[in-house]
């Protein structure tokens, strides 16, 4: 991969809202004041004369422009404008004529659009509450289906009080979320206060942000720079989607130092000077909103290098010394002689059996390791750290922890074997077998994990989701690095697993007392919104004080080795401002798998049952784990 | 097919809550005293006690039963058997193991009832609002996977206040409208007072109705029998979903006259005595809520037996009769030798032909018609008709309506090109041809026609779309005959047609004109519903005050040409009380097409949206009428 930073630079483009009679010299001039492209009518405002066209107009049959008629009418530069529709179409008019005149001059702009090869088309803003859109999208979304190279941005001016998306909500969701529909959104003069009002657009499909020019204020030089909350907002934009800028300048002078370069000079500045990236951000880049199916480490071996990326995280290994030095200390006095038995359960190619011969000899404690290991690939390595490294210190075991018997039992149990939803690879499972090792009074580390969980929004990956058209691939967990998101609430605890397990018996025969059921209800939404699924994290105390989280708010600072679960909904739900989401999960089991069921109910502030999902995944049909 | 009346006759059981040692003595004794079937709980109350097994306990890993605890112990009777599923189990306790045990105790006694095959086994009634459902829901959906025979039915005690009603949409909803679940309604004392609420209900899949004795209440010679409100609603189930009944015995002697058998002969009573059958319900009869794809009658010939069928309608011809005559006797004065020239433009086997000729007749006025159809076999039957019949007075014509040439005009158009929808067989784009024939101020029978909305509730036609398990089918509309349909609000308009068009100019080159859009709001929707597509209806005006209509209110009586027309949505909708529903819809055309796409927006009262379907069958990608 190239330089992760590269990514995150952004094209800018000046926007004009005059029909120039000769484009080329204002693309030129555009293009010399250093921007990447321009967004300009297509068609000129002339041509709204078609809007009176009667039943008996030939134009009706065939509608064809006058040369004059255009604005864009030669394919030169077309890679570098981004077309914007005629603002005086009247898609949802109540008179017939003039709706029907709309659609048809609407196709023949877009067919225009196409022809030329423009880069992207925009509507005008969508209009406030009171219109309808329904028409407008209909059209829309049928067009699109004939556009193959240029993109359908449609413009949105954002707002204070969440009407402007609650129109584009609307609009796409007639639409059915047409992935070949985005948003081109339009900085306000003064931004909504609520960060989650903010938020909400990162979950859209934003493919432009346009910033007028008289949202800029002058800096004690008199150039235009960004107010505070406008840089921070854009900058995440840029860092978490790097949509297209559009700038535009302004009709009088307001900034008293500026030249028509000064905008996107600033834009750049701030687009040079986002935050550092941290070793997550590098270790994530290329894997943003990218689904992975979670792993199946009982039935499938690891390869080396997932080994190799896994071993590399700075902080797990750690947390994990850390835990276990603690563990001795707590165990054995200081000067004894005991010499205690750890058992690595699970161990690779040996980065835990290190942790631990680390931790004694930090804790100066006598310790016999024992290395298990079921994967016949990974044991080899271990052969060759025994040989050259460990020596007599560790005794290697091939045999999968849910079979083996030993001869001796061990004081600390320590494994690795938790997934992006704790549980979710099987660790309660393969510790129940393991725990049979552990001395009475023995510790196992971890001791225990919770599964989190809250709803989230996300059109990029409700998309990823739907484009395999089925429902298997609905009904599945990914582990995702979360980019274009929003979360709708802050995340709650579903269940917990403790190690050692005192209430079962050795080898139990069944599975049951790792069934969980949970019902997690997050009150008051403060706004209306969208959800397309559920986020899962987890948070596991590995001994006493010492963790290790993915969870947002107690996320260990730059431990890489978990992404987020995602679990999606077949149907995006509407929320409501002041709704109730209740989320349903299950995590069942059988004698040869285990899976999750999951699902949602949205009410609203009123109590009425606003909406409520099937249960997904029932039985295991499309999702499981096996064991 | 055999006695349409027969098909309304209910199977009666009687229900037991006793743990009967010897269930065969009840069985029969409820078969000595009139009852076809009885319900029963089929595990005895004892075997509560395996809700506090322990996780050791060998139970959990395969539950037997004893002999003492079942009440249903042999197969025998076993088709005379609803069992009623143990009221002790605890589905959705917070206690993990109560829960677990619940889930064991649950599907062993469904496998046991399976085993057995009973008829149907029927829960609890679903507890009141405060309780969850979740995991009840999730079980029974898991199991019914696996039950071939028996039936799975879930008890709802009716209620006033609609919550009864949310309870099981809630579950149903969670198990996705499974149709392996149905619905066993229990009556209460006191019905709601509002038809609607009695109405929800009709468009649930009900299978059983259960009328417990001390809703009955005493005649003056001392029998029970049912309050007025009861009659009514029960007959009324009976008609339109022929459930199985369930009566009770009561506890103590309140009827005085009662004997074990009086609650069914009272119930048969009832049976006996339904309305009797119109003739719309006769011809109907079998036609109940299936789904037939509307004709396209420009693209394919209809066949003899349909020409058959429709020509029987009792009322359709008489109205055209009578537009007929009124035309003739505004149009020509009495005693006037004028021949009046009438064209019957599609006139299949010659049904209107023979309408105008009496109507004349009546009218004492001269006519000359001529009889236009397109398809051969019918023309066929027409050419008989002329030579044994007609002789001079009709000139037949071998021809598309919207080809032929005339020599000359004429004063009546007359043509029965309407569908359920009105314009849905492509009436307009076929008397667009047709007017050229007309004379500047001829008259067009019919004169106008006008298509009518409302959203609709039906579980069974959902069911029967969603079995087909594609898009397509959720997108195209059906003719059908409504049974278990409940319309939550009064149609509406949502366009006309008139003929003749005066804004056309002859063969107009394209069809934009006949394009509609109409955005239908029905607001304050009276209480929480569920909405499974959309009915649609015609009503024309033949000539002035003439008409013919299929739409509720003013449906022309005994007419049975048309049945409504269904449009499918792909997701059921959850429509709060209070809310307003916006049904988007348009009638779409191309060159060689005409298809419908349609929206439906739910608003919650407070004016937040709530749900937002996607446009159904954009582009006519399902579904379109061939020109």
Redesign the interface.
């Known amino acids: 991969m190239s330089d992760p930073e590269s990514f995150r630079s952004c094209a800018i483009g000046l926007l004009t809202t005059e029909y120039f009679d000769n484009i080329d010299t204002f693309i030129e001039e555009a293009i010399d004041s250093g921007h990447d492209f321009v967004s300009t009518p297509i068609v000129h405002s002339r041509y709204k004369r078609v809007l009176k066209t009667k ?2 107009d ?1 134009w ?2 065939s509608p064809v422009y006058d040369r004059d008629d255009l604005v864009v009418r030669k394919p030169n530069w077309s890679d570098a404008v981004v077309g914007t529709l005629s603002n005086w179409l009247e898609l949802d008019s109540t008179d ?1 004529n003039t ?2 005149n709309s659609e ?1 001059a609407l196709k023949q702009e877009l067919a225009w659009a196409c022809h030329l090869g423009l880069f992207a088309v925009m509507t005008p803003p969508l209009s406030d509450t009171t219109t ?1 859109i ?2 407008l ?2 059209v829309i ?2 067009n699109v ?1 004939s556009m193959a190279v240029t993109q359908m941005w449609v413009r949105v001016l954002m707002d204070k009080n969440n009407q402007a998306w ?1 129109k584009w ?2 609009f796409r ?5 047409n992935p070949r529909i985005h948003v081109a959104l339009e900085l306000p003069k003064e931004l909504p206060e609520d960060d989650l009002l903010l938020d909400t657009w990162i979950a859209e499909p934003i493919k432009s942000v346009i910033v007028p020019a008289d949202i800029f204020i002058s800096n004690n030089k008199g150039y235009p720079v960004l107010p505070k909350p406008h840089q921070t907002y854009l900058k995440k934009l840029m860092h978490r989607i790097q949509p297209q800028i559009i700038v535009t300048l302004p009709d009088v002078n307001i900034h008293p130092s500026a030249a028509p370069s000064s905008y996107q000079e600033y834009i750049r500045y701030l687009n040079r000077n986002l935050p550092e990236m941290n070793d997550v951000d590098r270790f994530a880049s290329g894997y943003h909103d990218y689904l992975q199916a979670p792993l199946q480490p009982l039935m499938d071996n690891l390869d080396n290098s997932m080994y190799e990326t896994f071993e590399r995280d700075p902080i797990k290994y750690q947390q994990y010394e850390k835990a276990v030095y603690h563990a001795l200390l707590d165990r054995v006095e200081h000067d004894s002689d005991y010499v205690s038995t750890i058992m690595v359960v699970g161990a690779g190619r040996g980065p835990l059996v290190n942790c631990c011969l680390r931790a004694a000899e930090k804790a100066e404690r006598k310790v016999h390791l024992y290395a298990l290991e079921k994967n016949p690939n990974a044991f080899v390595t271990l052969q060759n750290a025994k040989a050259e490294i460990w020596h007599d210190k560790v005794t290697l075991v091939f045999a999968d922890m849910r079979k083996w018997k030993p001869e001796t039992k061990c004081d600390i149990l320590v494994s690795e074997l938790l997934g992006s939803f704790g549980d979710n690879e099987l660790s309660p499972e393969c510790l129940d077998g393991a725990q049979k090792f552990l001395k009475e009074d023995g510790i196992s580390i971890p001791a225990s994990y919770t599964a989190y969980v809250t709803p989230l929004a996300s059109s990029k990956l409700y998309n990823e989701v739907a484009a395999y058209k089925d429902v298997t691939h609905f009904e599945t967990p990914y582990v995702v690095m979360f980019q274009q998101v929003c979360e709708l609430a802050v995340s709650k605890p579903v269940w917990t697993f403790e190690h050692p397990n005192k ?3 050795q080898d ?3 599975n ?2 790792n ?3 949970s ?1 997690t209800k997050f009150d008051m939404i403060p706004q ?1 919104m969208i959800m397309h699924g559920i986020a899962g994290y987890f948070e596991s105390v590995l001994y006493k004080d010492v963790m290790i989280s993915i969870h947002p708010d107690t996320h260990s600072p730059g431990m890489f080795s978990w992404f987020p679960i995602f679990f999606p909904l077949r ?1 995006p739900l ?1 929320v ?2 002041g709704s109730t989401i209740t989320l ?1 999960f ?1 995590r069942t089991t059988d004698a040869k798998k285990v899976w999750y ?1 999951w ?1 949602v ?1 949205v009410e ?3 109590g ?8 997904h995944n ?2 295991g049909r499309s999702y499981w784990v096996g064991l």
Chains 1, 2 share one sequence.
């Open positions: 039943d008996n030939s009706k049959n017939q709706r029907i048809l309808s329904s028409n999208a209909r979304n049928h289906g609650k909500n609307q969701s007639l639409a059915e979320h209430t079962i018996e139990p025969e069944n049951l007392h069934n969980r059921y019902q209306d149907t509407q409501a401002q349903d299950w069921e699902s109910t609203s502030s009123n009425n049952d606003s909406s409520i999902s099937p249960i029932p039985s």
